[in-house]
């Protein structure tokens, strides 16, 4: 970075007048710019926060009707069926493309770390999902795993007739096939993440464990994977904060379908609100989603403010 | 990487096991980027294969056939939810969301960080951790409030009311991309200046503005590739003609009428995706730095 020279020719000559409000006006301009966004941050967060927990307890339908009504909305929300499917979905998708991405990401960052040629094209390969939106791929790989469309009629057409790839359109199988989108999707991002954790290992420990003649699957086991522990968390905690949040896919790929079978609480949020007029209980199901994602970051904020205090009181 | 002394994982391998694994990891690596480049290269071919050849050879094939016709009359001339200009009009809806959006969320983003890295107050901590609580927020939760307040402010169903959306729930990135960039300028030179009787506006012009290119790409990018795919509240909070293009293409995919237009659909999805790939391309390394700065705090 070149720093530019900062000169000072304009050191004020002139006898300073007393302007008692400019003066203070100017003392506080860093809180004056501030002051917007503060604003804005706040009633963002904290007031229409509050506003939807409102919302959750109050008698709205259709239109709001602030009206205290107390928790059944979040009682009905749970006796009903499409919710418990919604839910159950969230924790089948979240755990296996956390699973999944964490493991093929740290594969492709292991496999591009071993001095290959033409990395940056490597990379650049796995990574452009990420570039794209849901809406977008997800179109793509509907006719893809549309058995009519997609693998299963190419596959047929090769001569193997009694090829059977209908994920898609199978109530049991449907919430798979996002997984192996969002796989596909996110693996590419957690290659990158685990990537620069690789090079920050120190290599003179390389050097010395390969002396010491160890193999390099265990010296990857033994030394590089713990030294980049860090980088394991932060992956998991941006993996499930995305599974949490998921809704593009799911809209783009199978709209929730076939039937009711890959509805995420996501979906049934928009739908009871701006579909069926269910505002009070479309509210409730909203702070679900925040309640779980509170799981993640409720302790990760307090992990990274712990390492940052050790690491400050290390020097 | 150009690190000379980095160290050879393989150096302690004979030749031949060398060359072995080598293999491996290259058939291995090819295998992986089937799977990713796959999609994008179906939906490539697909949107240059006539109609005829696609409903022969199947949608996954080498193209038997080359026409440009479905990427004009995806561009201006198809129907999407009753008007018929094609996909351009979304476009230009997305264009004009984006630009103001990024350039407002971005321009702020700067000031706040600068604030809150050499403008340092008491609480002005406690502050950037209540911004930075914004990145975090399910869209969900605020889909109802924002409904109402768009309202109130007589946005709704406006591009106006998307750059606004975004502006906000961009500021909470912008903010903590550039603060956490600042922090390392050295004190030192604003203390210099502020010495030297140089003001909040000037030391921001001549100190802080000068070193932040490498920041306000990273943040620009982000910006600008985030809004564009975005989609929850692209869908919510517009409707018909004032729709954003990932909005809008939803439309055109799930509106399955008599002949399903391949190539019509495949263009108009590249038409959405070629933007942010293109930024994606020449702002790679940009890109993924912000990225993982996004990730990791």
């Given at each position: 970075?070149?720093?530019?020279?900062?000169?000072?020719?304009?050191?004020?000559?002139?006898?300073?007048?007393?302007?008692?409000?400019?003066?203070?006006?100017?003392?506080?301009?860093?809180?004056?710019?501030?002051?917007?966004?503060?604003?804005?941050?706040?009633?963002?967060?904290?007031?229409?926060?509050?506003?939807?927990?409102?919302?959750?307890?109050?008698?709205?339908?259709?239109?709001?009707?602030?009206?205290?009504?107390?928790?059944?909305?979040?009682?009905?929300?749970?006796?009903?069926?499409?919710?418990?499917?919604?839910?159950?979905?969230?924790?089948?998708?979240?755990?296996?493309?956390?699973?999944?991405?964490?493991?093929?990401?740290?594969?492709?960052?292991?496999?591009?770390?071993?001095?290959?040629?033409?990395?940056?094209?490597?990379?650049?390969?796995?990574?452009?999902?990420?570039?794209?939106?849901?809406?977008?791929?997800?179109?793509?790989?509907?006719?893809?795993?549309?058995?009519?469309?997609?693998?299963?009629?190419?596959?047929?057409?090769?001569?193997?007739?009694?090829?059977?790839?209908?994920?898609?359109v199978n109530r049991e199988m449907a919430i798979y096939t996002v997984v192996i989108i969002g796989i596909w999707q996110a693996s590419g991002f957690v290659m990158a993440l685990f990537l620069a954790g690789l090079r920050s290992v120190d290599p003179d420990l390389?050097?010395?464990?390969?002396?010491?003649?160890?193999?390099?699957?265990?010296?990857?086991?033994?030394?590089?994977?713990?030294?980049?522990?860090?980088?394991?968390?932060?992956?998991?905690?941006?993996?499930?904060?995305?599974?949490?949040?998921?809704?593009?896919?799911?809209?783009?790929?199978?709209?929730?379908?076939?039937?009711?079978?890959?509805?995420?609480?996501?979906?049934?949020?928009?739908?009871?609100?701006?579909?069926?007029?269910?505002?009070?209980?479309?509210?409730?199901?909203?702070?679900?989603?925040?309640?779980?994602?509170?799981?993640?970051?409720?302790?990760?904020?307090?992990?990274?403010?712990?390492?940052?205090?050790?690491?400050?009181?290390?020097? | 990487?150009?690190?000379?002394?980095?160290?050879?994982?393989?150096?302690?391998?004979?030749?031949?096991?060398?060359?072995?694994?080598?293999?491996?990891?290259?058939?291995?690596?090819?295998?992986?980027?089937?799977?990713?480049?796959?999609?994008?290269?179906?939906?490539?071919?697909?949107?240059?294969?006539?109609?005829?050849?696609?409903?022969?050879?199947?949608?996954?094939?080498?193209?038997?056939?080359?026409?440009?016709?479905?990427?004009?009359?995806?561009?201006?001339?198809?129907?999407?939810?009753?008007?018929c200009n094609g996909i351009q009009p979304f476009f230009f809806n997305s264009v004009a969301m984006v630009v103001p959006a990024t350039v407002i969320s971005t321009a702020i983003g700067s000031l706040n960080g600068y604030v809150l890295s050499k403008w340092r107050?008491?609480?002005?901590?406690?502050?950037?951790?209540?911004?930075?609580?914004?990145?975090?927020?399910?869209?969900?939760?605020?889909?109802?409030?924002?409904?109402?307040?768009?309202?109130?402010?007589?946005?709704?169903?406006?591009?106006?009311?998307?750059?606004?959306?975004?502006?906000?729930?961009?500021?909470?990135?912008?903010?903590?991309?550039?603060?956490?960039?600042?922090?390392n300028i050295p004190d030192d030179l604003v203390k210099a200046a502020r010495i030297d009787g140089a003001g909040f506006w000037r030391i921001f012009r001549k100190i802080v503005l000068p070193l932040s290119p490498p920041i306000l790409i990273v943040t620009v990018?982000?910006?600008?590739?985030?809004?564009?795919?975005?989609?929850?509240?692209?869908?919510?909070?517009?409707?018909?003609?004032?729709?954003?293009?990932?909005?809008?293409?939803?439309?055109?995919?799930?509106?399955?009428?008599?002949?399903?237009?391949?190539?019509?659909?495949?263009?108009?999805?590249?038409?959405?995706?070629?933007?942010?790939?293109?930024?994606?391309?020449?702002?790679?390394?940009?890109?993924?730095?912000?990225?993982?700065?996004?990730?990791?705090?």
């Amino acid at each position: 970075m070149v720093v530019e020279p900062v000169t000072f020719t304009s050191v004020r000559a002139v006898p300073k007048r007393r302007r008692p409000l400019r003066e203070w006006l100017s003392g506080i301009l860093p809180q004056l710019v501030l002051a917007p966004s503060l604003l804005a941050s706040f009633i963002y967060v904290f007031v229409f926060c509050g506003w939807t927990i409102w919302i959750s307890v109050s008698n709205s339908s259709l239109l709001p009707d602030y009206s205290w009504s107390g928790f059944h909305h979040y009682v009905e929300l749970w006796g009903n069926e499409r919710w418990r499917i919604a839910y159950t979905n969230l924790f089948l998708f979240g755990s296996l493309y956390v699973v999944g991405a964490t493991t093929i990401g740290l594969l492709l960052a292991i496999l591009i770390d071993q001095r290959i040629r033409a990395e940056a094209l490597w990379r650049t390969i796995y990574l452009y999902p990420l570039a794209i939106s849901f809406i977008v791929t997800g179109t793509v790989w509907r006719w893809l795993l549309n058995p009519s469309t997609g693998v299963e009629s190419l596959i047929r057409h090769w001569g193997w007739t009694s090829f059977k790839f209908d994920w898609l359109v199978n109530r049991e199988m449907a919430i798979y096939t996002v997984v192996i989108i969002g796989i596909w999707q996110a693996s590419g991002f957690v290659m990158a993440l685990f990537l620069a954790g690789l090079r920050s290992v120190d290599p003179d420990l390389i050097k010395a464990a390969q002396i010491d003649g160890a193999s390099m699957p265990r010296i990857y086991r033994r030394i590089i994977l713990p030294a980049i522990g860090p980088i394991f968390v932060a992956v998991l905690v941006v993996l499930l904060q995305s599974a949490i949040k998921i809704f593009d896919l799911v809209v783009a790929l199978t709209a929730g379908g076939p039937g009711i079978a890959t509805t995420v609480p996501s979906i049934y949020v928009y739908d009871l609100i701006f579909q069926r007029g269910q505002m009070a209980e479309g509210a409730a199901a909203a702070m679900m989603i925040l309640f779980v994602l509170s799981f993640v970051l409720v302790p990760y904020t307090i992990w990274s403010n712990w390492r940052l205090r050790r690491e400050a009181s290390r020097g | 990487m150009a690190d000379t002394t980095a160290y050879d994982p393989l150096g302690a391998v004979g030749t031949w096991r060398r060359r072995q694994a080598k293999l491996i990891i290259y058939a291995l690596l090819g295998l992986f980027a089937l799977y990713y480049v796959v999609p994008l290269a179906v939906v490539v071919i697909n949107s240059f294969r006539s109609l005829p050849d696609i409903s022969h050879n199947g949608l996954i094939s080498l193209p038997h056939s080359f026409s440009l016709d479905y990427w004009s009359s995806a561009w201006s001339k198809f129907c999407v939810g009753g008007t018929c200009n094609g996909i351009q009009p979304f476009f230009f809806n997305s264009v004009a969301m984006v630009v103001p959006a990024t350039v407002i969320s971005t321009a702020i983003g700067s000031l706040n960080g600068y604030v809150l890295s050499k403008w340092r107050f008491t609480g002005s901590e406690t502050l950037f951790g209540l911004m930075t609580l914004g990145v975090f927020m399910p869209g969900q939760m605020v889909l109802l409030p924002w409904a109402r307040v768009l309202g109130w402010l007589g946005l709704t169903n406006t591009i106006g009311g998307l750059v606004l959306i975004h502006c906000v729930q961009g500021l909470s990135f912008t903010t903590l991309f550039c603060r956490n960039y600042y922090v390392n300028i050295p004190d030192d030179l604003v203390k210099a200046a502020r010495i030297d009787g140089a003001g909040f506006w000037r030391i921001f012009r001549k100190i802080v503005l000068p070193l932040s290119p490498p920041i306000l790409i990273v943040t620009v990018i982000w910006q600008f590739t985030n809004i564009w795919n975005e989609f929850l509240f692209a869908v919510i909070f517009s409707s018909g003609t004032n729709q954003p293009i990932t909005a809008a293409l939803i439309a055109l995919g799930t509106a399955d009428t008599g002949v399903h237009q391949y190539g019509i659909e495949s263009a108009a999805v590249l038409i959405a995706a070629l933007p942010p790939l293109l930024v994606y391309l020449f702002g790679g390394r940009y890109f993924l730095r912000g990225l993982t700065q996004g990730a990791l705090k």
